[in-house]
């Protein structure tokens, strides 16, 4: 679980979600962690909340995976931050994990916008 | 995790959705524990494969929290079996489910897809 369900109207990531926005935070330019997050957060029109601790669990694991790679950099504000990037494998990745994605919401949609049940032998 | 991934395309079902696709199934009427899952997956065009043992942990969480509600019954083939059908408690969280569902693949296109204006509808 990625974020945390407050409550206000913001929703919980579904768990392996989190790893999909961080790839695609990524797809353009390097970031730091804080950056990720605060772009996950304004682009989903802040429905999503990111929890440091999990980005950074996230950030770890993705790094192990070699689907990112973080280096010392320099922040806007001159702070020492990790700038994480995508590499190769992580572009890789990235489109199979969109690709997974659009299969879950559109199987999903299928039975939620069902109105009978599908014709069968015996259900 | 409700669903295993499989060699084949079959996708995992992510924490929290099951709950949402079994009440949305009972929303058809009752129905056993065999049939929820043969109808998720043939409603899904066979891209869930509900595992035996994620369904009834699920259905029991499901019952104790009173938004379903199970009576011995005999099935088409003639065995007993456990009949669930949705209490006005599930169908209020099935609403409330459905809500939130829509909410995060909003928020999720809004990120993978920028610009890219109504989407998720698409089913």
Request: proline share 2%; aromatic share 6%.
């Amino acid at each position: 679980m990625s974020t945390r369900e407050t409550n206000d109207d913001r929703i919980a990531l579904l768990q392996g979600t989190l790893d999909l926005l961080i790839l695609k935070s990524l797809v353009i330019d390097p970031c730091h962690g804080q950056g990720v997050a605060r772009s996950i957060q304004a682009q989903s029109e802040d429905v999503f909340l990111v929890v440091h601790g999990s980005l950074y669990a996230a950030l770890q694991r993705l790094e192990a995976k070699n689907w990112i790679r973080v280096k010392w950099g320099v922040s806007e504000n001159n702070r020492k931050a990790r700038f994480c990037s995508l590499t190769e494998k992580g572009r890789e990745q990235l489109l199979e994990k969109s690709s997974q994605w659009r299969r879950l919401t559109r199987a999903v949609s299928l039975i939620l916008d069902a109105n009978q049940r599908p014709p069968s032998e015996e259900v | 995790m409700s669903t295993r991934e499989n060699n084949d395309d079959r996708i995992a079902l992510l924490q929290g959705t099951l709950d949402l696709l079994i009440l949305r199934t009972l929303l058809l009427g009752s129905c056993h524990g065999q049939g929820v899952a043969r109808i998720i997956q043939r409603q899904s065009e066979e891209a869930f494969l509900v595992d035996h043992g994620s369904l009834y942990v699920a259905l029991q969480r499901l019952e104790e929290r009173k938004w379903i509600r199970a009576k011995w019954g005999v099935s088409d083939n003639n065995r007993k079996a456990r009949f669930y059908s949705l209490t006005p408690k599930g169908r209020e969280q099935l609403i409330e489910k459905i809500g939130e569902w829509r909410r995060l693949t909003r928020a999720m296109d809004m990120i993978l897809e920028p610009g890219s204006g109504l989407k998720g509808e698409e089913a």
